[in-house]
Every structure is written in C-alpha cells, then in structure tokens.
C-alpha cells in the first residue's frame, strides 16, 4: 500500500507525508539551532515548479497617514495542468468611519522575469530592485479599490 501513496505522491506533486513524533514539530523547536536566518535575495526567486505548488507574496505597508493595507499575489498550479494567479487586497479603516476595503481579483497572462525575481500580469507588476531590498508593486487590477 506504500508504494501507491508514493506513486500517487509522485505524480500529484506532493510529498510522502511523515508519520510518527516527527510529523508535527513546534517551531520552538526549530528556533533552538537556528533561531532566525537573515534574507538573501535569493529566497526571494519565485519557484514556479510544474507540479501542484501554491506560492505566495504578502507585503505589508502603511501610508503617511497611517492607513494600512496588505497586497497578496499567490501562484496555485494544479498537477502541472493548470494553473491560476490571484491578487488580493485590504486596506484598513483605523478611524471606523467607513468599512475595510477588500477585493480579490483573478489574475490573467501571468509571466515571470528571466531570473524569476518578478512577477507580472494583465494590469499589474510586482518587481525586486537590483540590490534585491525593495520591490514596486503597480497595479490597476481593480479600480475600484482605490476609488472608493
């Protein structure tokens, strides 16, 4: 019965699971060797693997007026046979007087740069700077959110 989870694993993209005491791990435990890792601009490169693999980008920011919002690309391929990109955004009300703003919108003609440091689509362009610091997020994915 091993080697059909295996198989099934191997075709599907995804990995055997592990079993026993060292299939659930607090990351306290982790922390003891290696309590935190300094980013290169290396772990930032997409993978975009062509197998089923989810990827994502968060980033956090806040405005001189303090206002906060996140955007998110995230990157889902199914089995290598399809695959979907989508943008989300929220941007919080601090005062109360109007609700949070947020959309989530499918992405379309998704592409990535030679060394896989940026993304793009229709209507939006996540770029890493040379220096591999700072990224510049243009969108008008949707209007809609900075209008209203």
Known sequence: MNWL????ANVAGTQEPIYGPDAIQPVSKQAEKTPYTELKKEDLKWRAPQYTS??????Y??????TLA??????NNIAGLHTTCQFNTKIYSLDGSAPHLWHSDTLYNHLFDPDMYSFGADNLALTLNEAGDAYTIKSAVNETVWST
């Open 61 to 66: 920011m806040m405005a001189d007026d303090g």
């Open 5 to 8: 989870k295996q198989t099934l």
């Open 70 to 75: 996140w955007v998110q690309v995230i990157y």
């Open 54 to 59: 989810v990827e994502t980008q968060t980033f």
